[in-house]
């Protein structure tokens, strides 16, 4: 066997239908004594009901949280925890829901702990990394600081996510486990999590297609993002993750849905220098002797999912330039970064062509 490295993230989890009962014991436990319950326009009855239930340990509601952190919103949320005295955020919604609490932990003086509810599949509560931006530039680092301490996954919060929406977080879900099994700095440890983590959502899909409201198939979704989530938080992300970060960035293209029409091309670029990780993703996705990335693709076409970057708002204009962005700086990936080969990617995901 390769010798290898693993970090295990100090972070607790609290997994099943009906967990958020398990609030009040959880805060106490982690030590929050003045939570600020975080959460987006659209969540703040959530995060109301949310602070009724912390009842003396909740010590203020700031429902202002948006899509990539705009340094604005960290700053009046930094203001509001302090003029509250708040030691703590509980984050109840999607990746932007929690990317607010980190980007308050951040700052914090002393120890601030986030105690994260996700709602969605997006992964964040798992991982250290944070994101800002500011004038129109989003930067990302990594400090432990920002792991939230307690997780508390409850699969029927999740009930209300739209349709398509869901669908396309699952595959936001699945793009973290795939990168992680071709990274250079990957381990069994993680290699099983994003094995394990790419079943579980393809099984979801189907299922939620069917039947939204399928309890079961939302704790598989769930299960999956968490999984997924804890492989991004441990290795490092290669182009599929450049290439979603630079259109959602500088094109302001929504993020699930760059990474659901993303992931069939980049997985068919990085496949020749990524052979094992290709059988995984076969394996775990069940599609027999097809190709990973056309796995990835049918099961997005078949399911309604976006396909093509025209449909979700990419002008066809702005190709060259998210080309050369995505090589501009060097970072970890299986397969060279080849500036023709990465435009002739860009142009198939644009089109919607499947891979192959
Ligand atoms: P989101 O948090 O922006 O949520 C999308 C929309 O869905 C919002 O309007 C929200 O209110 C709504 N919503 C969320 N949960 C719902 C539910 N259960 N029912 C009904 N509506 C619901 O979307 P996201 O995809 O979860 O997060 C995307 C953001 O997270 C991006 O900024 C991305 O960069 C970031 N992210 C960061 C990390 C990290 O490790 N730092 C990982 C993944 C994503």
Partial sequence: M????????????????????FLG??????????????????????????AAMLGPRAVGVFAEARMHVPIETARAAREEARRLGADCAVAIGGGSTVGLGKAVALEAEGDFAILAIPTTYAGSEM?????????????TGRDVRVLPKTVLYDPELTLTLPLPLSLTSIF??????????????????????????????????????????DLDARCDALYA????GSVLGSVAMGLHHKLCHTLGGTFNLPHAEVHTVILPHVLAYNAPAA????????????TGSQSASMGIFDLARTHGAP????????????LDRATDLAVQSQYPNPRPLERGAIRELLQRAFDGTRPG
Wanted: aromatic fraction near 4%.
């Fill in 2 to 21: 390769t010798p290898f490295t693993y970090t295990a993230k100090p972070s607790r989890v609290v997994f099943g239908v009906g967990s958020l009962q």
């Fill in 25 to 50: 014991r959880e805060i106490e436990m982690m030590g929050g004594k003045r939570a600020l319950v975080l959460a987006t326009p659209g969540h703040a009855e959530s995060a109301r009901r949310v």
């Fill in 127 to 139: 991982t250290p990394i944070y994101g800002l931006t500011e004038g129109g530039m989003k930067k």
């Fill in 172 to 213: 936001n879900a699945i793009a973290h486990a795939c990168e992680g099994l071709y990274a250079d700095d990957g381990n069994p440890i993680t290699a099983l999590m994003a094995e394990e983590g790419i079943r579980a959502a393809a099984s979801a899909i189907p299922r939620l297609s069917r039947e939204p409201r």
């Fill in 225 to 228: 993002a968490w999984l997924c």
């Fill in 275 to 286: 052979r094992e990780a290709m059988s995984r993703i076969g394996r775990a996705l069940g």
């Fill in 307 to 318: 396909t093509a970057l025209r449909d979700i708002g990419m002008p066809e204009a702005g």
